[in-house]
């Protein structure tokens, strides 16, 4: 047994969070996951495509592991932040020498466009939450036509558009992508997924229309049009007849309708090159799309309401860091002071938001927790007590959930998927979850 001679909280039961609770309590540090949502795994959970059963499975037995390893404790169904269950100066006041913040970027970008508020215009975010059956979100109502238009040139984008070409049916999905073919950031194997229902004419015709501005800038197009293809041998089956297609240099600049939305005007871009990248800029030519739905798939921000200072959509790091790691800082700072916050560190996407996937998040969370431990051995050791922790959350008058509780939780929906003959079920309520869990005594 490890002796336990520092007392940590970490804020996220995601990948980050998770591995770098395990990574700390191995080193003896006592560590206190509190996480918003009932089940842990964050966007392990709620952000991988819902028919990736073994990929999520996987993940699933991976962080019960971390929940059965000494020193780690869990709180679900407590939220963090200034108008929350508990603030961080709250979690300071109970004990915790160190806080290490994991909830990736639960902030929404958009853009500002005319028409952003019609009906059918939505945030990628929320609908991949919506068909995760996240709660809340697995219950709020969208409006979803027949033509959808994706903004974005990503993994999330390629999701949505699997989404809407195999759950919803739609007739076309259109991917609006502000630069050009080679600068989308998708994946082959996403794109495995939906290159069935890609419309390979279409295709053509977008590259012959965007080749121009592509070879003025030394970029080949059959070599992007090559790699957008390489997906093909090992195309999914698809269940649709659905027309996939792609917009290339295409910028949004407002959504059309009335109430609903009927349409989506885009500006033609050309590409230049700007401090060494590659960049969009506006032609002022413009163009209406015949669509019904609209998805921005364009990144994600972190949550001011969580108390801690922002820049540029993440939480303000130290630009010196006290404790690098592979050169990268994971100690948040306050602008206004002008000094570093020292008992505060972030990882994952409340590092850098909406970049890398989960092998990504689990190092950054492990480099995170290598930071919080060296801060810590500047400090005392001490013997870390729940006491206080406890009567506090006893004080709230509500739920909360402990690993004891997540795995009664897997074993009900173990059941229940066994019984109905599925591959997986998990309940889509946090009322329902927390009465299972409360039935099973």
Not at 83 to 110: H, M
């Amino acid at each position: 047994m490890i002796d336990q001679s520092y007392y940590a909280a970490v804020v996220g039961a995601g990948p980050a969070g998770m591995f770098a609770a395990r990574e700390m309590a191995r080193n003896g540090v006592k560590v206190v996951i509190f996480n918003r949502d009932i089940k842990p795994g964050g966007l392990a959970e709620y952000g991988i495509y819902p028919d990736k059963f073994a990929m999520k499975e996987g993940l699933r037995n991976q962080f019960r592991q971390v929940l059965a390893t000494p020193g780690v404790s869990y709180w679900g169904n407590i939220s963090v932040g200034t108008q929350a269950d508990l603030s961080l100066d709250d979690l300071r006041g109970l004990g915790f020498q160190a806080i290490l913040v994991t909830v990736g970027a639960q902030g929404t970008k958009w853009l500002g466009l005319p028409g952003e508020h019609l009906t059918g215009v939505y945030h990628a975010k929320d609908v991949v939450y919506h068909y995760n059956q996240l709660p809340p979100y697995s219950k709020k109502k969208f409006h979803f036509g027949k033509k959808v238009a994706v903004v974005g040139a990503g993994n999330v984008m390629l999701d949505i558009a699997r989404f809407s070409i195999q759950k919803i049916k739609a007739q076309k999905v259109i991917a609006v992508v502000r630069r050009g073919p080679a600068e989308v950031k998708f994946d082959k194997k996403e794109m495995e997924y939906v290159i069935r229902n890609l419309d390979l004419r279409a295709l053509d015709d977008e590259f012959s229309r965007v080749s121009s501005v592509m070879t003025a800038l030394g970029q080949d197009p059959t070599q992007a049009q090559a790699q957008i293809l390489e997906a093909l041998p090992k195309a999914q089956p698809s269940s649709s007849t659905t027309h996939f297609r792609f917009e290339f240099l295409s910028t949004p600049t407002q959504i059309l309708g009335d109430g609903i939305v009927s349409g989506l005007e885009i500006e033609d871009n050309i590409l230049v090159i700007k401090d060494g990248e590659v960049k969009a800029r506006g032609t002022g030519n413009k163009r209406i799309l015949d669509v019904d739905s609209v998805v921005f798939a364009i990144g994600d921000k972190v949550d001011e309401s969580l108390g801690l200072p922002v820049s540029w959509d993440e939480f303000s790091k130290n630009q010196e860091p006290r404790f690098p790691q592979e050169g990268i800082s994971f100690e948040t700072f306050d602008p206004a002071r002008k000094m570093v916050i020292p008992d505060v560190f972030v990882a994952g996407w409340s590092r850098q938001a909406s970049t890398g996937l989960v092998g990504y998040a689990r190092k950054d969370g492990t480099l995170g927790s290598r930071a919080v431990m060296q801060y810590l051995q500047t400090l005392p050791k001490i013997v870390p007590d729940d006491s206080a922790l406890t009567a506090r959350l006893k004080k709230l008058g509500k739920p909360i959930v402990t690993q004891n509780d997540i795995r009664k939780l897997t074993e009900i929906e173990l059941e229940t998927a066994r019984h109905r003959g599925v591959d997986f079920f998990k309940f889509s309520t946090n009322e329902e979850m927390l009465e299972k869990i409360m039935s099973v005594g």
